[in-house]
């Protein structure tokens, strides 16, 4: 899936699996540029509260629905080369027995990257 809403975001690939969901794209931007992105990028996320923030990774934690008890979600950094950036996203459910989250945290992962990707 291609995310054409922002020139910048080279590809967007989400799945899930057990309540466990992992997404990643690849966009054209420095690992530098990628804190201050998500940062404005969790202001718009009224779902979400962004824990803590480094240069190398993200955090971010997901508010309860009648789907899910809520979720951590980790963002990881890598560079590709100097001017593109792997952005890997992981969302595991609070309460580790969670078999099913109706497809919560693939929604949760997609609107995260989306989000960072239109920041960029």
Not at 45 to 65: F, K, N, Y
Request: proline share 6%.
């Amino acid at each position: 899936m291609t995310n054409a809403g922002n020139t910048k975001a080279l590809s967007l690939n989400v799945t899930s699996k057990r309540a466990r969901a992992r997404g990643e794209m690849v966009v054209a931007a420095p690992v530098s540029a990628l804190p201050p992105a998500v940062e404005r990028a969790g202001a718009g996320l009224p779902r979400m509260t962004l824990t803590g923030i480094w240069q190398e990774r993200a955090e971010l934690v997901a508010g309860t629905t009648w789907k899910t008890f809520g979720e951590d979600i980790v963002l990881t950094f890598e560079p590709v080369d100097a001017a593109t950036t792997r952005v890997v996203a992981t969302s595991t459910p609070h309460v580790p027995t969670t078999i099913f989250d109706y497809g919560q945290g693939k929604a949760d992962v997609t609107e995260v990257l989306n989000a960072v990707a239109a920041e960029l």
